[in-house]
């Protein structure tokens, strides 16, 4: 199970003061259990991870074998909360080099539907061209332009190069229950559906199939994703008192840090396969907490390589920032540094350590570096790079999120800024409805 330590932010802020969030993190805890807070509508991943039954993940897997036999290839098509928890995952067991792997055990995962780049479509739809490749439409909404166009262009790809027939078997739809146009498609169509529920909104569902059936046809334990969140839902209960609630104390410790002027928090890992639990967090807390002119901003690194970029502003830029790492204690193989004669590059010193010990001393130098150049640290500890582990720590980050929003007074629940750049596109492509608003953007171009 992972673990937190706040103990580098005591030079910058009070631990009394932390401690004195108890009765307010009471009060969010109890908001969030008895439905009573902003956003009420949305609390459908509260206790999600030890509600899934047994017969969800047949299906689930069911499904992805589905997809695992028929498909050398499986597109993921999303956006936000609808690929970022399946492509964190995915990316922190995957091999960092599966891509480029020619004995394949699973299929390569790919994603789309995330980003408008034309290139970027066409360069996809030229690599899935002698492809057997099958897709995951994820959708909540079942409406969102970025994910609906490159369905479009996946939909009628598969269809002509693997036959009508094999397209039902190898294209799968998460969405609504009953509206938006992915479900309507789906169901014309015959594909194999996945709901996700009314009440677990799009950044929260990475529990869900949207996460879940991604992750299961990338060949990891879907079992062992949910029990991890599971045992972090008990670690993190409303019961358990705030000391020992990792949540309570990270929502607690981080809108302290808030108040004394920290309003960037960068999640740091030092293990490159953490980069996209880093995007997944960043829309968590982006989306939940950055409203009514409010909100801590949410940035990441990925050091050591960042430490070559980003590295002098955060030792010694403005001082308006603190940083949570997420350390991985147990690394998954062996390799240590070789001796060499000439001793060309001085490394010999470090002949025979393992490369991981050189990384955590890079990480702890840094650490040291970092407090002493006046940034506040905290740091999460996952014993090593596991499906029960990463499902721990996702809840872990959700529930805190929930927590640090109703401390933060505003609806960690909605996103009413997304709106408004859909809303000028809309205008300015002259979609039919939208007449007023292009008329209003063009007068203004
Ligand atoms: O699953 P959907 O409805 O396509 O939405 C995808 C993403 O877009 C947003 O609604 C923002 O536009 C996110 O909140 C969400 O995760």
Redesign the pocket.
């Known amino acids: 199970m992972i673990s937190l330590n706040i103990e580098k932010t005591f030079g910058f802020i009070f631990k009394e003061k932390v401690s004195a969030y108890e009765s307010e993190v009471k009060a969010a805890q109890r908001m969030l259990e008895d439905g009573t807070g902003k956003g009420n509508d949305f609390l459908g991943w509260l206790h999600l991870p030890s509600s899934i039954g047994k017969e969800h993940l047949a299906d689930l897997k069911a499904t992805a074998k589905v997809l695992r036999e028929n498909c050398e290839v499986v597109v993921v098509a999303?956006?936000?909360?609808?690929y970022l928890g399946a492509r964190a995952v995915i990316e922190a067991l995957s091999n960092s080099f599966v891509w480029l792997q020619e004995k394949k055990e699973n299929p390569v995962i790919i994603y789309a539907g995330h980003n408008i780049s034309e290139d970027y479509l066409y360069e996809l739809t030229e690599y899935l061209k002698d492809k057997k490749f099958g897709v995951i439409n994820?959708?909540?909404?079942?409406?969102?332009t970025e994910?609906a166009l490159a369905f479009r262009l996946l939909k009628k790809q598969c269809e002509d190069q693997r036959g009508k027939e094999t397209a039902k078997k190898v294209i799968v739809a998460v969405t609504d229950a009953k509206k938006?146009a992915a479900r309507v498609t789906a169901d014309k169509e015959g594909y194999k559906t996945f709901v996700?529920p009314d009440n677990v909104?799009?950044?929260f569902?990475v529990l869900t199939p949207?996460g879940l059936l991604p992750i299961a046809v990338a060949g990891f334990d879907i079992e062992q994703l949910v029990a991890g969140a599971a045992d972090m839902e008990k670690a993190c209960g409303a019961d358990v008192p705030f000391a020992e609630n990792p949540a309570a104390v990270y929502a607690a410790t981080r809108n302290e840090l808030y108040k004394n002027g920290k309003k960037i928090e960068i999640l740091v890992n030092f293990c490159p396969k953490l980069h996209y639990v880093s995007e997944w967090w960043k829309?968590l807390y982006g989306?939940s907490e950055g409203k009514e002119n409010k909100g801590i901003f949410p940035a990441s690194v990925d050091f050591s390589t960042d430490l070559h970029s980003m590295g002098q502003w955060i030792q010694e830029g403005e001082r308006s920032i603190f940083e949570t790492v997420i350390s991985v204690d147990k690394v998954n193989h062996k390799l240590a540094v070789p001796s060499d004669e000439a001793n060309l590059d001085g490394l010999n010193f470090l002949a025979g350590k393992r490369v991981d010990e050189v990384n955590k001393m890079a990480e702890l130098g840094t650490q040291l570096a970092h407090v002493d150049g006046g940034v506040p640290n905290m740091r999460i500890v996952l014993p090593e790079l596991s499906e029960y582990n990463i499902g721990g720590l996702l809840y872990f980050f959700e529930k805190a999120c929930g927590i640090s929003g109703y401390l933060l007074g505003v609806n960690p629940f909605n996103?009413p800024g997304?709106?408004a750049y859909?809303k000028n596109m809309f205008a300015l492509l002259n979609k039919p409805g939208y007449e007023e608003e292009s008329k209003a953007i063009q007068a203004r171009l």
């Open positions: 999303g956006i936000g909360g609808s994820i959708s909540k909404s079942g409406t969102t994910t938006g996700i909104g799009g950044r569902s949207v829309q989306e996103q997304v709106e859909k």
